[in-house]
């Protein structure tokens, strides 16, 4: 992670009024192809253009967050960014979200300490731009904060920080920020108290709103794929008059001195995990910030880091972890060991204390290394548009406004010396600036069942709203972007169909060669290796398993640390994983050492070690990550719907995940059965091979024929099938530990492939379901009117192969609300059963689903990502544009009759999961409290 300065102390109060018709905008400042131009009312904006992106990112930064919350009003700044979305004086009520989602790929927002951030992903249209530019001024300077959304946005907050409380290292974290500062400044979490939520009133709200959101006191960044003169011109004509105005200091932060701090202590009772963590903090200090930022992977990269080396590879840990937080006001450094019940926790305490404050002996090797890591990181953040701008974004704040101290960050790591990192790392981790964080599983008297109140009155859900006071939409405008997303669609497919040269070796191994400069200048190869039976490979998936992770960790010529720092020279990197019967094999790396990084890989696969230490580490490690409770509503829920739809035997690879049975399976396996997995079955005859990048396509062609050509297993293949199978109605109500959440899971098994005739209207359905957090049917139901869930997913999976696919549903509840999302799901399956969508519905969905069709053709790592799938269906780019019409051709009656067809009720299946449900025996749920 590279350096992001945090600074809480600061102040900002920009007087001024413009009174001219539109602001003169100044250059600023101009530096890594980025400028910084001031409008004369105050704002400030940065442009970041990269024309090799395939969209936009704009955030808007105001320079508030809740460390300026009004005494006794915790959570105001983050409630008025839940309200932003609610409509303002020109874009009233719905219609401000739905424009949000018609013209952005992704719209989100955010509050801390001191800022507050809109961020918007769009695609590079300068209609789109043009929009969203107006929205965003329209939310700075007319919003409307309406009385009848507080209460309902209270509670969405409120569902919000049970979420995060829910998360045993967030509460630890905030544990550690309340044993510092006490109950104020940064000892209250931005997300707010519930009863000083309540207390809050709208004229506070309108008067935070008022006082801290000015164009002075705003900075605007856009980074990727826009022209930076029409975008300043729209940015002068949305913003320039909107007038500035005097804004308060920003509320200052006490200075911390660690030696002080009294509670040294802490303790976390949560989930499953038991983890040990010392948090070493202290106050102001930048000189030794770029060494703090390298801390975690000198002591954690694999497998060089110290921590690793001691912890891991002796079997005392499972693994260890580390993350850096810096800040003008604190560095803090956490440094965790994750461990097994089996494993000794005061050893592991005092080892994990003394191998960090024991004196640092780094060397000049360790030190290049983690500096090659921080440059490949740069250099891709500086070609990813989402991430520069988030960047840039934490920098505007936490530097006053400098951004470009980013840039002098990444310098500095580049400028440490060995010597420096050893002095400043002893000088840092010291006793007198540890607290030590303790994360043990959920006590065993949280596990039990337990009963709602009868006294507690069961809420109804409000009704869902009539399709008559639904925002008028205006479907000819959508209409007609349809229209344009097919036609740039055909045209990106024909283009691209036309760059790609697919064949097929001697052996049988199809390939698909892509040459086109990709974004971050990488080469991406992606090698799907099929190999097996059903019956050849039974009861073999752990052995598959752990052939596919230590196939790439060194070779008879090669150990992982030479593995490990090749693949840093080359910005490369190489992972095998298992995948059906078979392997996917991925290989990336800088333009420039593709070739021989990609011929070092392949050394690495005709050779591997299958080293005995290596193999019997990933093996302690796998089975001290399964020797742990199973007790979580979410894994309660996702075991007993496993079981509930299961229909094969155990030792199928197909078979769901059952602990007690891979623990076993696991215990069994031997370094000879994994060499003999790989003698018998590793051959490309069965393979698909693509390849993106810019490269000559006639030397890599010659390439993979050298390598691949006469790589053959002698094994038969044959793929492993998905079955169709209905099930009745079921609904279980688990039980699961304590925790303020419960989780729901509904799922839906239909008849239909991604090639059947039914997938497109499917495909609208799901969108218009819950694509949308706020504006779905199910973000309506769910969070907006009933507020059950902050966040919830839903989803549609087509089998590639056979006419077999899921829709499922998922949600996190409050955890005496199980009956409640049930409900509210079932009301809203069937109102689209009964009434069908809308013809707005139909419309907007079209074109948001085309839009990201299109989008995704932008950007060739995403057409890589497409490339195997087509070589084993035998299909081609242009198989895409059949999807697209049907797409575009439906209508409400077509998505109507599908829904009809396939939302079966009586085969819905539902699970829930929380504290108030039944242990499932029947279904050999693991037994809560063991």
């Given amino acids: 992670m590279l350096i992001r300065l945090k600074k809480l102390t600061w102040s900002l109060c920009l007087i001024g009024v413009s009174t001219a018709t539109f602001a003169q905008t100044v250059l600023v400042r101009s530096q890594h192809q980025i400028n910084e131009y001031q409008l004369d009312n105050g704002l400030r904006v940065i442009l970041a253009p990269n024309n090799n992106e395939n969209k936009v990112f704009m955030n808007t930064v105001y320079l508030t967050g809740s460390l300026n919350d009004p005494q006794g009003k915790g959570g105001l700044a983050h409630l008025l960014e839940h309200l932003a979305f609610k409509g303002t004086q020109d874009v009233q009520g719905e219609e401000f979200q739905r424009r949000l989602d018609q013209y952005t790929l992704a719209t989100n927002a955010s509050t801390d300490y001191y800022s507050t951030k809109y961020t918007n992903i769009i695609r590079p249209d300068q209609k789109a731009i043009d929009q969203v530019l107006y929205l965003e001024a329209q939310r700075m300077d007319k919003l409307v904060l309406q009385q009848k959304f507080v209460p309902s946005e209270i509670e969405t907050v409120r569902r919000e920080r049970e979420l995060r409380l829910d998360q045993p290292f967030a509460v630890l974290m905030d544990q550690m920020f309340k044993a510092a500062y006490g109950n104020r400044d940064l000892g209250r979490l931005p997300i707010g108290d519930l009863n000083e939520l309540k207390s809050i009133q709208m004229k506070e709200l309108n008067q935070f709103y008022r006082k801290w959101y000015a164009p002075n006191n705003a900075v605007m960044v856009i980074t990727g794929k826009f022209d930076q003169a029409q975008v300043l011109q ?54 030794i910030q770029p060494v703090l930022t390298v801390a975690p992977y000198l002591y954690t990269l694999q497998p060089s880091g110290q921590l690793y080396k001691a912890m891991v590879e002796t079997g005392m840990t499972t693994t260890v972890q580390s993350t850096t937080w810096l800040d003008q006001d604190f560095n803090v450094v956490f440094m965790g060991a994750i461990y097994a019940p089996t494993q000794d926790a005061q050893k592991i305490s005092k080892n994990l204390a003394q191998d960090i404050e024991t004196p640092a002996h780094f060397n000049d090797a360790d030190l290049n290394r983690v500096k090659s890591v921080f440059k490949n990181q740069a250099d891709s953040i500086a070609t990813n548009a989402v991430a520069l701008g988030n960047r840039l974004s934490d920098y505007v704040v936490s530097s006053h406004g400098h951004w470009e101290q980013y840039f002098n960050d990444v310098q500095a790591v580049q400028n440490l010396s060995t010597q420096q990192v050893n002095q400043s790392l002893n000088t840092f981790f010291q006793p007198q600036h540890r607290i030590s964080g303790d994360i043990q599983p959920t006590p065993d008297s949280q596990k039990k069942a337990m009963q709602l109140q009868p006294s507690q009155p069961k809420k109804t859900l409000q009704a869902t709203q009539s399709t008559d006071s639904e925002p008028v939409k205006n479907i000819q405008q959508y209409q007609q972007e349809i229209q344009d997303y097919l036609t740039r669609s055909k045209q990106h497919l024909q283009t691209t169909e036309r760059q790609i040269q697919r064949g097929k070796l001697k052996n049988g191994l199809r390939y698909a060669l892509f040459s086109v400069p990709t974004h971050d200048n990488k080469v991406y190869a992606t090698i799907s290796l099929n190999f097996g039976t059903e019956k050849s490979l039974w009861n073999k998936g752990q052995i598959l398993d752990l052939t596919a992770y230590l196939l790439l960790r060194g070779s008879d010529q090669q150990t992982l640390q030479q593995v490990m720092d090749q693949s840093i020279a080359a910005d490369g990197q190489a992972t095998a994983v298992s995948q059906d019967n078979g392997m996917l094999i991925q290989i990336q790396a800088n333009k420039q050492h593709f070739a021989d990084y990609f011929q070092y890989i392949v050394g690495i696969m005709q050779h591997p070690s299958f080293e005995q230490s290596q193999f019997d580490l990933i093996k302690s490690q796998s089975l001290a990550s399964l020797n742990r409770p199973y007790t979580e509503p979410e894994t309660v829920a996702a075991l007993t719907m496993s079981r509930l739809v299961e229909q094969y035997a155990a030792g199928d690879l197909r078979y769901h995940f059952e602990p007690e049975q891979v623990k076993q399976q696991l215990q069994a396996v031997t370094q000879p059965q994994v060499q003999q997995l790989y003698r018998q079955f590793m051959g490309f005859n069965h393979a698909e091979l693509a390849m993106t990048g810019e490269f000559n396509a006639k030397q890599m062609h010659d390439l993979i024929t050298r390598q691949f050509a006469t790589w053959s297993s002698k094994q038969s293949y044959q793929r492993l099938s998905s079955k169709y199978k209905s099930y009745p109605a079921t609904q279980i109500h688990a039980l699961a530990e304590q925790r303020e959440f419960g989780n729901y899971q509904g799922l839906l098994v239909l008849p239909v492939g991604i090639d059947d005739a039914d997938a497109p209207a499917l495909q609208v359905l799901s969108y218009i379901l819950g694509d949308s957090q706020l504006s779905s049917r199910l973000g309506q139901e769910l969070r907006e009117k009933n507020h059950l869930v902050y966040g919830f997913s839903s989803d549609l999976n087509l089998d590639l192969h056979d006419s077999v696919g899921v829709l499922t549903i998922q949600a996190n509840y409050t955890a005496n609300k199980a009956a409640q999302t049930s409900q509210a799901v079932h009301h809203v399956l069937q109102d689209l059963i009964q009434n069908g969508i809308t013809p707005q519905e139909l419309a907007a969905a079209k074109a948001n689903i085309l839009k990201q069709r299109v989008t995704s053709l932008e950007d060739s790592r995403i057409i890589h990502q497409m490339l195997n799938s087509q070589l084993e269906r035998g299909k081609t780019m242009l198989s895409r544009e059949q999807r697209d019409q049907a797409i575009a051709r439906l209508n409400k009656a077509d998505v109507d009759s599908v829904i009809k067809k396939y939302i079966q009720l009586d085969h819905y299946v539902e699970v829930m999961a929380d504290q108030y449900g039944q242990q499932q025996t029947d279904l050999k749920v693991a037994a809560l409290g063991k």
């Fill in 234 to 287: 729209r940015i002068e004509q949305n913003f320039g008059k909107i007038q500035a105005h005097a804004v308060p200091v920003m509320a200052k932060v006490p200075l911390l001195d660690a030696s002080k701090i009294q509670q040294r202590q802490l303790s976390v009772q949560k989930g499953s995990d038991l983890a040990k963590v010392n948090m070493y903090l202290n106050g102001r200090n930048l000189k």
